[in-house]
């Protein structure tokens, strides 16, 4: 299989919010604006190749029985190198992303991709897989808080971080604060995820219906 | 039973790579980390009280007020020409967890301003309470007994829907301006009552 291919398979065929339904847990917990769905999507694309490209380098010396405790061990591993080097050497990126990286730990996106891929594929091969779902995982965050914080706070974009109050969208009288809180999470969630399952049977099916 | 004590060495043989890994990286961040820290503390100390750019932190806090300081974790008193002011930390319990703020109150008792620090309160919502329309209410107050939102019968207007993460903050302003209300009295700032006690130092 072509690099190509490995990485664009992450994007829309096997998205992992979308199609594979992995990381549900910070994708409900972060989609709450675009600044923290981006912010989250970089993080977590960083981590993955990462420990994707340690995971596929190590791969053959790592015994079969015990891959799932090792994989653990290094991705954490990476996961805290990252989050040090970052405090220390760039303190303004950790100020904004240095939230995010303690949810990478418990993103399975990761441990997937590094069962599910990287043990059983080439580096350059495993790092284009890293890529592509960390930029298929950012792809839907952006949709999902876009949705979700266009209807809370009826503003786009909000950067906290950068002074930035971002696009208003909605006056204030139809704004709705439930879906930036869990509920929100949920039901958009499960709205765009029957969306996107409705579209692509319309596809499958071909053109006989119309 | 060969392969159990195979494999438990390859674990541990990969664990201890990972914590040398880990201590390596730490100990080549720590000093830098500190300075960030301490870099971004001073930053927030000369914003909540400006014109001052020289902080001694004050180190015998729990002690000089037996122990009861609310929700102040550090308290820095300002020294340099116009010295007798306070900047403190105060950490007050929000929605979402510990809301870190620095509060500074000048020497007559007022406070000079709020800065949140960081806090994990529920983004579009609790998050409010960070910018300037809410944390501007602040300045200038010098009672703790006013300290308080319109809901608990004070003069503070807590954020729409974001009442616990409002208290919270008043609640650390009041703590801090408590403090320094104790410690104005003990004589330990500089200026004002306390020129007896600097007297005494050596």
Known sequence: MSLRKDFANGLLAENPTFRLLLGMCPTLAVSTSVFNGIGMG????????????????????????????????IIATFVTVVDLAMAGFTPALHQTLG???????????????????????????????????????????????????????????????????????????????????????????????????????????????? | MRDTIRLSVILGIICVISALVLSGMYSLTRDRIEQANARKLEEALAQVLPGQNSFKAFEDLGNALNGSVGSVTEVYLASGDDSGGIA??????????????????????????????????????GTEVTRDAFTGQFEGRSTPESLKVKQDGGSIDAV???????????????????????????????????????????
Request: net charge positive.
């Open chain 1, 42 to 73: 970089l993080a977590a694309t960083f981590v993955l190749v990462g420990s994707n490209a340690i995971v596929s380098l190590v791969r053959s010396i790592i015994p079969e029985k015990i891959r799932i405790p090792c994989y653990v061990v």
């Open chain 2, 160 to 202: 729409t829907g974001a009442t616990i993460s409002s208290r919270a903050v008043t609640r650390g302003v009041s703590d801090v301006l408590d403090v320094f209300h104790r410690l104005s009295a003990l004589g330990v700032l500089a200026g004002g009552s306390s020129s007896a006690g600097e007297e005494e130092q050596n």
């Open chain 2, 88 to 125: 403190a930390k105060a950490a007050p319990a929000g929605y979402g967890g510990p809301i870190e703020m620095v509060v500074g109150i000048a020497r007559d008792g007022a406070v000079r301003g709020v800065r949140i620090i960081s806090q994990s309160e529920t983004p579009g919502l």
């Open chain 1, 99 to 210: 939230i995010f990286i303690p949810l990478i730990v418990v993103n399975c996106i990761i441990l997937a991709r590094a069962e599910a891929f990287a043990s059983k594929r080439a580096l350059l091969n495993s790092i284009a897989d890293g890529f592509g779902m960390g930029i298929g995982f950012t792809l839907a965050l952006v949709v999902l808080s876009l949705i979700r914080e266009m209807l809370g706070t009826g503003v786009v974009f909000a950067a906290p971080d950068f002074n930035f109050a971002g696009v208003k969208l909605l006056a204030d009288e139809y704004r709705s604060v439930i879906m930036i809180l869990a509920p929100g999470g949920f039901i958009t969630l499960g709205c765009t995820l029957g969306l996107i399952n409705w579209l692509s049977r319309r596809r499958s099916s071909g053109g006989s219906k119309s």
